[in-house]
């Protein structure tokens, strides 16, 4: 019974741990801000960068909830939809 607890207890671990990473959970340092916990975001250069949930909840160009994220030298740019878009149509993101 014992035994069989705490075998338990080590999937759970490893259960968490795997979200954890899944959703890129960390404890870098927000580079706007400092502010942790961050989410780790992936550079077009292939450099990870790190920003917390307030600096990467608001769209940059019009203040909407952004849902899409680019990047742009020496940093990721979060915007909605719509403004994503219209970026899209310039070619300003990859
Ligand atoms: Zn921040
Ligand atoms: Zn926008």
Redesign the pocket.
């Known amino acids: 019974m014992k035994r069989e607890s705490k075998a338990i207890l080590c999937l759970l671990i490893i259960a968490a741990l795997t979200i954890l990473l899944a959703t890129g959970c960390s404890s870098e340092p927000c580079e706007n801000c400092g502010r942790t916990p961050t989410k780790i975001y992936k550079h077009s250069s292939g450099e990870k960068y790190a920003y917390c949930n307030n600096c990467s909840s608001e769209?940059?160009?019009?203040?909407?909830d952004?849902d899409r994220h680019y990047s742009v030298y020496a940093g990721i740019r979060f915007?909605?939809?719509?403004?994503?878009q219209?970026l899209e149509e310039y070619g300003w993101v990859d």
Do not use: H, K
């Not at 769209?59 to 909407?64: H, I, R």
């Not at 915007?79 to 994503?84: A, K, L």
């Open positions: 769209c940059d160009l019009c203040g909407d952004a915007v909605c939809e719509d403004c994503y219209q």
